[in-house]
């Protein structure tokens, strides 16, 4: 059973910083890529940042420089810090993974809100 559990949402004033963490169980961790998206109310779910394996990282262009995703392979963990945060970062942000066997499968956890405002 695929399990992800994002945490560390909130509310933080432009300019502020998150930490977000997703918890994963139920798969081979350190070989999967694990990615956060977010979504706003209206918007499309929109791809923010990528690690795969090996440790390399891609990032949304409207993030780069402020947002940097990390892993934690002995404790099954992918982190999001999120610097310089300005309102339209706010969203709900899902951690995902993709199962490519024995079928295409992806996996969401539940979604962490992040409201950006003063």
């Known amino acids: 059973q695929v399990r992800l559990v994002e945490s560390g949402g909130g509310l933080v004033q432009p300019g502020g910083s998150l930490r977000l963490s997703c918890a994963a169980s139920g798969i081979a961790f350190s070989i999967y890529a694990m990615r956060w998206y977010r979504q706003a109310p209206g918007k499309e779910r929109d791809l923010v940042a990528l690690i795969s394996s090996d440790g390399s990282t891609n990032y949304l262009g409207s993030v780069k420089g402020r947002f940097t995703i990390s892993r934690d392979n002995a404790k099954n963990t992918v982190y999001l810090q999120m610097n310089s945060l300005k309102p339209e970062d706010t969203a709900v942000y899902y951690c995902?993974?993709?199962?490519?066997?024995?079928?295409?499968?992806?996996?969401w956890g539940q979604g962490t809100q992040v409201t950006v405002s003063s």
């Open positions: 995902n993974v993709n199962v490519l066997l024995p079928v295409t499968r992806n996996y």
